[in-house]
């Protein structure tokens, strides 16, 4: 089963830094999920770092965001460290939130196709619903756009 667009989100756990993630845990909050292939590669820690410089104006819009990758719990830790993250990054190994969003794709890289997560976002309102999914984004001014979608919300 995936999740489509104006449906709710299952709820669903999945070990995170800062502890266990639920997403019955944020109702009541807008909850911004984005998918990235992999820890300490040049897109994703350029996109950690705009989602946490524009950190306060997403909580100030009522959101919280969370990273999510197939990463391990300890890759992530050291990844928020480095970088400094002020939101929790969710491991997802066994790639059963991948699956939900429907985020795992067949991808060229160096010529050879795998297996990867395709960079995506999804925005989640209060009620559990989700209204928005950016697939196949470009990291340059994604962060500013989530931003605005959330503030017309």
């Known amino acids: 089963m995936t999740v489509s667009l104006n449906q709710d989100v299952p709820d669903f756990s999945a070990p995170a830094t800062g502890g266990t993630f639920r997403l019955a845990d944020q109702r009541g909050k ?12 040049p897109g994703c820690t350029n996109e950690a770092m705009d989602f946490r410089d524009n950190h306060d104006a997403f909580v100030k ?5 969370f990273g999510i990758s197939r990463d391990s719990l300890k890759s992530h830790e050291n990844f928020k460290a480095k970088l400094e993250l002020p939101f929790e990054l969710i491991s997802d190994t066994d790639e059963a939130v991948c699956a939900l969003f429907d985020v795992i794709k067949m991808k060229k ?4 196709e795998v297996r990867g997560i395709e960079r995506s976002t999804f925005v989640i309102d209060g009620k559990g619903k989700l209204r928005h999914e950016l697939r196949g984004i470009k990291v340059p001014s994604h962060v500013d756009e989530v931003l605005g979608l959330i503030q017309q919300m």
């Open 109 to 112: 890289m160096y010529g050879k």
């Open 30 to 41: 807008t909850v911004v999920l984005y998918f990235y292939p992999k820890d300490n590669t």
């Open 61 to 65: 819009a009522g959101a919280v965001v």
